[in-house]
Protein backbone atom coordinates (compact mmCIF):
# COMPACT_ATOMS: atom_id res chain seq x y z
CA UNK A 1 0.00 0.00 0.00
CA UNK A 2 1.31 3.52 -0.84
CA UNK A 3 1.68 5.86 1.60
CA UNK A 4 0.70 9.65 2.55
CA UNK A 5 3.27 11.44 5.00
CA UNK A 6 1.63 14.26 6.83
CA UNK A 7 3.24 16.89 9.46
CA UNK A 8 0.43 17.87 11.68
CA UNK A 9 -2.76 16.77 13.80
CA UNK A 10 -5.63 18.43 11.96
CA UNK A 11 -4.68 15.69 9.04
CA UNK A 12 -6.80 13.09 9.71
CA UNK A 13 -5.52 10.08 9.00
CA UNK A 14 -9.02 7.95 9.14
CA UNK A 15 -9.16 10.35 5.89
CA UNK A 16 -6.06 9.20 3.70
CA UNK A 17 -6.99 5.51 4.82
CA UNK A 18 -10.62 5.91 3.64
CA UNK A 19 -8.96 6.64 0.28
CA UNK A 20 -7.16 4.04 0.09
CA UNK A 21 -3.58 4.96 1.41
CA UNK A 22 -1.40 4.10 4.00
CA UNK A 23 -1.25 7.37 6.26
CA UNK A 24 2.16 7.90 8.26
CA UNK A 25 2.77 10.86 10.40
CA UNK A 26 6.64 11.34 9.93
CA UNK A 27 8.67 11.41 13.63
CA UNK A 28 11.60 13.15 11.90
CA UNK A 29 14.98 12.23 13.40
CA UNK A 30 17.77 14.70 14.36
CA UNK A 31 21.44 15.18 12.47
CA UNK A 32 22.89 17.42 10.04
CA UNK A 33 23.85 14.96 7.53
CA UNK A 34 20.25 15.84 6.08
CA UNK A 35 20.30 19.50 6.08
CA UNK A 36 20.11 20.25 2.35
CA UNK A 37 18.48 22.81 1.91
CA UNK A 38 17.81 26.74 2.46
CA UNK A 39 16.83 27.14 6.30
CA UNK A 40 16.03 31.25 7.00
CA UNK A 41 12.67 31.24 8.83
CA UNK A 42 12.07 27.43 9.34
CA UNK A 43 12.36 25.80 12.92
CA UNK A 44 14.60 22.99 12.61
CA UNK A 45 11.69 20.30 12.96
CA UNK A 46 9.97 21.66 10.21
CA UNK A 47 12.97 21.46 8.26
CA UNK A 48 13.68 18.10 9.06
CA UNK A 49 9.88 17.01 8.32
CA UNK A 50 10.20 18.34 5.02
CA UNK A 51 14.10 16.76 4.04
CA UNK A 52 12.86 13.62 5.47
CA UNK A 53 9.22 13.71 3.96
CA UNK A 54 10.73 14.12 0.48
CA UNK A 55 13.47 11.36 0.75
CA UNK A 56 10.56 9.08 2.26
CA UNK A 57 8.91 7.03 -0.92
CA UNK A 58 5.81 8.25 -0.64
CA UNK A 59 2.55 8.67 -2.95
CA UNK A 60 2.16 12.25 -1.43
CA UNK A 61 2.74 14.45 1.60
CA UNK A 62 0.79 16.53 3.38
CA UNK A 63 1.63 19.72 4.71
CA UNK A 64 -0.79 22.62 6.95
CA UNK A 65 -0.35 26.12 7.30
CA UNK A 66 -0.50 26.42 11.15
CA UNK A 67 2.17 28.17 11.41
CA UNK A 68 4.11 30.76 9.58
CA UNK A 69 7.24 28.51 9.72
CA UNK A 70 5.20 25.46 7.97
CA UNK A 71 3.83 28.16 5.35
CA UNK A 72 7.58 28.96 5.14
CA UNK A 73 9.46 25.06 4.69
CA UNK A 74 6.48 24.49 2.03
CA UNK A 75 7.95 27.75 0.02
CA UNK A 76 11.76 26.47 0.56
CA UNK A 77 10.61 23.28 -1.17
CA UNK A 78 8.94 24.90 -3.69
CA UNK A 79 11.64 27.18 -4.71
CA UNK A 80 13.26 26.70 -8.09
CA UNK A 81 17.05 26.25 -5.79
CA UNK A 82 15.03 23.16 -4.49
CA UNK A 83 14.39 19.69 -5.73
CA UNK A 84 10.60 20.16 -5.07
CA UNK A 85 8.46 17.27 -3.68
CA UNK A 86 6.40 15.70 -6.44
CA UNK A 87 2.97 15.46 -4.97
CA UNK A 88 2.61 17.88 -1.98
CA UNK A 89 -0.44 19.43 -0.87
CA UNK A 90 -0.86 22.89 1.43
CA UNK A 91 -3.87 22.21 3.25
CA UNK A 92 -5.34 26.02 4.92
CA UNK A 93 -6.22 24.51 8.87
CA UNK A 94 -8.01 27.89 9.68
CA UNK A 95 -6.80 29.74 13.00
CA UNK A 96 -10.35 31.07 13.95
CA UNK A 97 -11.92 28.87 16.49
CA UNK A 98 -15.11 30.11 17.28
CA UNK A 99 -16.84 30.58 13.80
CA UNK A 100 -18.81 28.79 11.91
CA UNK A 101 -17.03 29.58 8.62
CA UNK A 102 -13.99 28.77 9.59
CA UNK A 103 -15.28 24.77 10.65
CA UNK A 104 -16.79 25.29 7.04
CA UNK A 105 -13.46 25.93 5.84
CA UNK A 106 -11.72 23.42 7.34
CA UNK A 107 -14.05 21.17 5.95
CA UNK A 108 -14.03 22.73 2.36
CA UNK A 109 -10.61 21.84 3.05
CA UNK A 110 -10.41 17.98 3.89
CA UNK A 111 -12.76 17.67 0.59
CA UNK A 112 -9.65 19.46 -1.53
CA UNK A 113 -7.47 16.92 0.36
CA UNK A 114 -10.03 13.93 -0.87
CA UNK A 115 -9.03 15.51 -4.64
CA UNK A 116 -6.00 15.05 -4.08
CA UNK A 117 -5.19 12.01 -2.92
CA UNK A 118 -7.92 10.48 -5.52
CA UNK A 119 -5.72 12.61 -8.28
CA UNK A 120 -2.78 9.90 -6.75
CA UNK A 121 -4.93 7.04 -7.88
CA UNK A 122 -7.19 7.06 -4.37
CA UNK A 123 -10.57 5.94 -4.32
CA UNK A 124 -13.26 7.99 -2.87
CA UNK A 125 -14.78 6.39 0.17
CA UNK A 126 -18.68 5.79 0.76
CA UNK A 127 -20.13 6.17 3.90
CA UNK A 128 -20.32 2.82 4.99
CA UNK A 129 -16.61 2.50 4.12
CA UNK A 130 -15.67 5.55 6.36
CA UNK A 131 -17.84 4.55 8.76
CA UNK A 132 -15.54 1.19 8.88
CA UNK A 133 -12.11 2.99 8.80
CA UNK A 134 -13.18 5.62 11.48
CA UNK A 135 -14.36 2.74 14.15
CA UNK A 136 -11.05 0.90 13.36
CA UNK A 137 -9.00 3.76 14.08
CA UNK A 138 -11.55 4.55 17.22
CA UNK A 139 -11.03 1.19 18.77
CA UNK A 140 -7.44 1.41 17.89
CA UNK A 141 -6.67 4.00 20.24
CA UNK A 142 -9.45 3.22 22.96
CA UNK A 143 -7.13 -0.12 23.35
CA UNK A 144 -3.83 2.18 23.56
CA UNK A 145 -5.74 4.37 25.94
CA UNK A 146 -7.24 1.57 28.01
CA UNK A 147 -3.55 -0.17 28.63
CA UNK A 148 -2.23 3.54 29.72
CA UNK A 149 -2.44 2.85 33.09
CA UNK A 150 -0.55 -0.54 32.68
CA UNK A 151 2.71 1.13 31.30
CA UNK A 152 4.80 4.06 31.89
CA UNK A 153 4.45 7.09 30.64
CA UNK A 154 7.44 6.98 28.46
CA UNK A 155 6.34 3.58 27.02
CA UNK A 156 3.23 5.15 26.28
CA UNK A 157 4.42 8.39 24.56
CA UNK A 158 6.39 6.11 22.21
CA UNK A 159 3.84 4.09 21.21
CA UNK A 160 1.18 7.08 20.35
CA UNK A 161 3.70 8.31 18.47
CA UNK A 162 4.39 4.66 16.35
CA UNK A 163 0.60 4.24 15.75
CA UNK A 164 0.55 7.81 13.92
CA UNK A 165 3.56 6.57 12.06
CA UNK A 166 1.21 3.68 10.72
CA UNK A 167 3.63 1.01 12.31
CA UNK A 168 6.14 1.91 10.06
CA UNK A 169 8.01 3.42 13.26
CA UNK A 170 9.49 0.89 15.88
CA UNK A 171 9.74 3.09 18.81
CA UNK A 172 8.32 0.59 21.20
CA UNK A 173 9.98 -0.38 24.35
CA UNK A 174 9.68 -2.14 27.59
CA UNK A 175 6.53 -0.86 29.01
CA UNK A 176 6.97 -1.74 32.39
CA UNK A 177 5.72 0.90 34.79
CA UNK A 178 7.36 2.04 37.62
CA UNK A 179 6.42 2.55 41.22
CA UNK A 180 6.44 5.75 43.51
CA UNK A 181 7.47 8.41 41.03
CA UNK A 182 6.88 11.86 40.93
CA UNK A 183 3.94 12.78 38.44
CA UNK A 184 4.42 15.62 35.91
CA UNK A 185 3.30 16.11 32.46
CA UNK A 186 5.01 16.93 29.43
CA UNK A 187 3.61 20.19 27.33
CA UNK A 188 4.57 21.46 24.03
CA UNK A 189 5.79 21.35 20.50
CA UNK A 190 6.35 18.21 18.33
CA UNK A 191 9.46 16.15 18.80
CA UNK A 192 11.85 14.33 16.97
CA UNK A 193 13.28 10.84 17.49
CA UNK A 194 15.99 11.98 19.75
CA UNK A 195 14.15 14.66 21.40
CA UNK A 196 12.25 11.51 23.09
CA UNK A 197 15.50 10.80 25.01
CA UNK A 198 14.51 14.02 27.53
CA UNK A 199 11.55 11.46 28.48
CA UNK A 200 13.86 8.97 29.70
CA UNK A 201 15.91 11.43 31.51
CA UNK A 202 12.36 12.72 32.98
CA UNK A 203 11.74 9.34 34.56
CA UNK A 204 15.46 8.56 35.34
CA UNK A 205 15.17 11.90 37.57
CA UNK A 206 12.25 10.21 39.62
CA UNK A 207 9.33 11.48 37.48
CA UNK A 208 6.54 9.70 35.95
CA UNK A 209 4.80 11.34 33.01
CA UNK A 210 1.19 11.03 33.69
CA UNK A 211 0.31 13.17 30.69
CA UNK A 212 1.89 14.23 27.33
CA UNK A 213 0.56 16.79 26.20
CA UNK A 214 3.09 17.64 23.41
CA UNK A 215 2.33 17.69 19.78
CA UNK A 216 1.74 14.26 18.78
CA UNK A 217 0.42 12.95 22.77
CA UNK A 218 -2.60 12.60 23.97
CA UNK A 219 -3.40 16.08 23.47
CA UNK A 220 -3.73 16.08 19.53
CA UNK A 221 -5.41 12.88 19.43
CA UNK A 222 -8.99 13.56 18.33
CA UNK A 223 -11.95 13.37 20.85
CA UNK A 224 -13.92 10.10 20.51
CA UNK A 225 -16.62 9.56 17.88
CA UNK A 226 -19.94 10.05 18.70
CA UNK A 227 -21.36 6.79 18.61
CA UNK A 228 -24.75 7.77 17.01
CA UNK A 229 -23.42 10.67 14.30
CA UNK A 230 -20.74 8.92 13.51
CA UNK A 231 -23.67 6.91 11.52
CA UNK A 232 -25.69 9.80 10.67
CA UNK A 233 -22.83 12.00 8.77
CA UNK A 234 -19.53 10.51 9.28
CA UNK A 235 -17.71 13.19 7.58
CA UNK A 236 -19.14 15.71 9.18
CA UNK A 237 -18.18 14.12 12.45
CA UNK A 238 -14.55 13.33 11.64
CA UNK A 239 -14.67 17.21 10.79
CA UNK A 240 -15.86 17.88 14.32
CA UNK A 241 -13.69 15.61 16.45
CA UNK A 242 -10.28 16.98 14.53
CA UNK A 243 -11.40 20.70 14.43
CA UNK A 244 -11.57 20.89 18.68
CA UNK A 245 -8.26 19.18 18.96
CA UNK A 246 -6.88 22.14 21.51
CA UNK A 247 -3.42 24.03 20.12
CA UNK A 248 -1.31 26.61 20.47
CA UNK A 249 -1.81 28.42 17.54
CA UNK A 250 -5.40 28.33 17.50
CA UNK A 251 -7.08 31.78 17.65
CA UNK A 252 -7.85 32.21 21.15
CA UNK A 253 -6.37 29.31 22.24
CA UNK A 254 -8.36 29.19 25.27
CA UNK A 255 -9.41 25.72 24.63
CA UNK A 256 -5.69 24.84 24.98
CA UNK A 257 -6.02 26.31 28.65
CA UNK A 258 -8.85 25.10 30.06
CA UNK A 259 -7.62 20.97 28.45
CA UNK A 260 -4.91 22.31 30.47
CA UNK A 261 -6.78 22.95 33.79
CA UNK A 262 -8.88 19.86 33.73
CA UNK A 263 -6.25 17.31 32.75
CA UNK A 264 -4.44 18.92 36.27
CA UNK A 265 -7.49 18.68 38.19
CA UNK A 266 -7.31 14.74 37.12
CA UNK A 267 -4.13 13.39 36.86
CA UNK A 268 -2.58 15.38 40.27
CA UNK A 269 0.91 16.39 38.61
CA UNK A 270 2.86 18.00 40.60
CA UNK A 271 5.06 19.85 38.05
CA UNK A 272 5.14 21.03 34.24
CA UNK A 273 8.21 19.98 31.88
CA UNK A 274 7.08 22.40 28.16
CA UNK A 275 9.28 21.49 25.84
CA UNK A 276 9.35 23.87 22.97
CA UNK A 277 11.46 24.08 19.64
CA UNK A 278 13.92 27.15 19.63
CA UNK A 279 12.07 28.96 17.07
CA UNK A 280 8.60 27.74 17.75
CA UNK A 281 7.22 31.63 18.14
CA UNK A 282 3.71 30.19 19.10
CA UNK A 283 4.87 27.77 22.22
CA UNK A 284 7.37 30.60 23.32
CA UNK A 285 5.40 33.66 23.55
CA UNK A 286 3.11 31.63 26.15
CA UNK A 287 5.62 30.66 28.45
CA UNK A 288 5.20 33.72 30.97
CA UNK A 289 1.43 33.22 30.82
CA UNK A 290 1.48 29.91 31.60
CA UNK A 291 3.59 30.26 34.19
CA UNK A 292 1.39 32.94 35.72
CA UNK A 293 -1.75 31.07 35.26
CA UNK A 294 -0.19 27.48 36.82
CA UNK A 295 -0.40 26.98 40.05
CA UNK A 296 2.41 24.03 40.07
CA UNK A 297 6.08 25.08 38.60
CA UNK A 298 7.01 24.54 34.86
CA UNK A 299 10.09 24.01 33.53
CA UNK A 300 10.97 25.75 30.08
CA UNK A 301 13.41 23.38 28.00
CA UNK A 302 14.06 24.22 24.05
CA UNK A 303 14.70 21.69 21.92
CA UNK A 304 17.70 22.52 18.99
CA UNK A 305 17.77 20.12 16.72
CA UNK A 306 20.81 18.47 18.17
CA UNK A 307 20.93 16.37 21.00
CA UNK A 308 18.55 18.00 23.79
CA UNK A 309 19.36 15.45 26.81
CA UNK A 310 23.07 15.92 27.45
CA UNK A 311 22.29 20.14 28.17
CA UNK A 312 19.31 19.19 30.14
CA UNK A 313 20.10 16.71 32.60
CA UNK A 314 20.88 18.59 35.28
CA UNK A 315 17.94 21.00 34.86
CA UNK A 316 15.79 18.00 34.63
CA UNK A 317 17.55 16.33 37.92
CA UNK A 318 17.34 19.72 39.41
CA UNK A 319 13.14 20.67 39.13
CA UNK A 320 12.35 17.12 39.92
CA UNK A 321 14.67 17.35 42.98
CA UNK A 322 12.96 20.27 43.65
CA UNK A 323 9.59 18.90 43.21
S1 LIG B 1 7.45 23.47 16.24
FE1 LIG B 1 6.34 25.45 16.28
S2 LIG B 1 7.29 26.62 14.64
FE2 LIG B 1 7.87 24.48 14.30
S3 LIG B 1 6.35 23.67 12.89
FE3 LIG B 1 5.62 23.23 14.97
S4 LIG B 1 4.28 24.96 15.54
FE4 LIG B 1 5.53 25.58 13.78
Request: net charge negative; with cysteine.
Amino acid sequence: MRSIVYSCSYVPPEWIAAHGFRPVRLVPYSGTECLQRETAGICHYMHRFLEQASQFDAAGVVVTTLCDQMRRGVECINSPSAASLSSLFLMHVPKTMNSVGAVRYYHEELKRLSRFLINLGGALPDEAHLIEVMIDYQQKRDNLFNHRSDMSGVAFSRFLRSFQAGGLLDLCEDATKSKKLIPVAILGGPMSIEDLGILDLIEEAGGEIVLDGTEGGERTMPRAFHRQRIHIDPFMELVEAYWSIPDVARRPNDSLFIWIKNQLAQRHMRGIILLRNVWCDLWHAEVMRLREWLDIPLLDIDLDGESATARNRTRIEAFMEAL
